[in-house]
Each structure stands twice: as C-alpha cells, then as structure tokens.
C-alpha cells in the first residue's frame, strides 16, 4: 500500500533536489543529484504549512503565516513575502506557481476527487485567487489523487487536459528547446505535468523538471508530488539526503500524515 504522505515528500524532495538549479537553467538530464548545497526553499515551508492546516484543521492563511514566519529567510517572493507578515492581509489576485507546489496534501490526505478539488481551491485563493492560480492548483491536486488512485497516466492526463485545458500533447524535447524562467501557473504547471507524464520513475521526473531550465525547484516540486504518488516510492538515496536537510517540526507534521 502507498503511503499516504509520499506526494508530500515528492514535493519536498523536489523542491531539496532542485534548489541548487532554480537559476542555473540546464537543458541535459544527466546532471548531478544530492548536492551538498541543497536546501528546503518557500516551496516546502508553505507545503508544510498546507499539510499543517489540513491535518489539524487550521485556517489555511493562519497556517502558512505561521510556518512562514518561522522560517522568514526560505526564498519568497516579495508580495508574499508582504502577504505572510500582515495578520489580516487579504488575496492579492496571484496566478503564480505557488499555488501549485504547495497544494500536495490536499491530493494525498483527501478522500474523493471532489475533496481534493475543493481543499486545493481553499488552499489557494488565500493568496492566489485569480482563476490561473486557483486552476493550477486544483490541476495539481487532481492528478496527484487520481495518481494515488491507481489511474494509468493516459487518464490522468485526459482528465486534466478535459477539466483544466492544459495542452499535455506537447512533447518535452520540444518544450525543453524553448522554455525558460517562467513563474506562472499557465507556464509551469502543464510543463510539469508533461515531465511526469514522460518520466520512467520518480527520480527520472525530477531530472526532466530540472532540465527543462526553468524555475527548477518549483516545477521539481510539483513534478515530484504526482510522480511520488504515482510510482508509490522514491529511490532511498533520494530519501535519506533529503529528509537529512528538513528540521524536525517539519518532519513531524509529514509523519503525522502517514
């Protein structure tokens, strides 16, 4: 049996393995993992943060204040930055990706597709609550539950392209030769889709998300939670560099999701 929290260590593990390269913008699969400078980033504080208020039933927006707080220096853009440091700040229309790389839990914990659906939602429009942040999330969350479900990747993707409109026909050789820096939800999640849709097993879907030589750890991050889901383990090697590099608070939340 899959355990429930592997889409939320697929999105850390992502996040860990990709932080070394989020500007290094490499095109060849070959590159190396583990680094001795990879470190967690926004990407798995807020996806602790998620994890937290679905867990322990805490408002979304509280939880991310409060995991982010803690840990002030992880990389955040500067409107989030903002957001997280105002006790009653309110949405501010984001469509950016991180909506997409934090929502894993709301795919791994949740019961049905429409429970994923809508905690993916809720998850989201806290901060990013214009419809391609709130879409890239849900598209996220969808494909991880239908992944842990035991869907072939064929439906995962008809689901997704029929429900969300993403175009997932696209070759990744041919994405690859144009992509670049890209931040938004319309420009890296369907691209992170497509690298699981085309990996062998989790760790061949981290090096595609990497080597596309865009916002490395993000779309890692996003990649790695479907494909965890999916192939039901990551390599241990992959495990232990990684879960070495996460404090303890932050372990202890991902154990409470097993």
């Not at 095109?27 to 994890?51: E, N």
């Not at 679905?54 to 707080?69: K, V």
């Not at 990744?172 to 319309?186: K, R």
Request: net charge negative.
């Amino acid at each position: 049996m899959k355990s429930q929290n592997l889409p939320i260590i697929g999105a850390v593990c992502g996040d860990i393995l990709g932080s070394c390269y989020e500007w290094a913008g490499i095109k060849y699969l070959d590159h190396p993992l583990c680094l001795r400078d990879d470190q967690f980033t926004d990407d798995t504080v807020c996806t602790i943060a998620i994890t937290d208020a679905i867990i322990n039933q805490i408002p979304f927006a509280d939880s991310l204040r409060n995991w982010c707080r803690k840990y002030p220096h992880a990389g955040y853009g500067g409107t989030f930055r903002r957001w997280f440091r105002v006790d009653d700040a309110q949405p501010y229309n984001s469509w950016g990706n991180g909506s997409a790389m934090r929502v894993s839990a709301a795919g791994a914990i949740a019961k049905t597709l429409d429970e994923a659906l809508k905690l993916a939602k809720s998850s989201a429009e806290v901060t990013h609550n214009h419809p391609e942040g709130i879409k890239g999330a849900q598209a996220t969350a969808a494909a991880i539950f239908l992944a842990k479900s035991g869907l072939s990747k064929n439906e995962i993707k008809t689901y997704v392209e029929r429900t969300f409109g993403y175009d997932l026909n696209r070759k990744y050789t041919d994405i690859q030769m144009y992509y670049s820096f890209d931040v938004s939800c319309q420009g890296s999640v369907p691209e992170s889709i497509i690298c699981f849709l085309e990996s062998k097993d989790y760790e061949d879907s981290i090096r595609h998300a990497i080597a596309l030589g865009g916002d490395a750890d993000t779309m890692a991050a996003i990649c790695g939670s479907i494909a965890a889901a999916f192939y039901g383990e990551i390599p241990e090697t992959i495990l232990s560099h990684c879960m070495s590099r996460l404090p303890n608070d932050m372990k202890e939340i991902i154990d409470l999701c097993k």
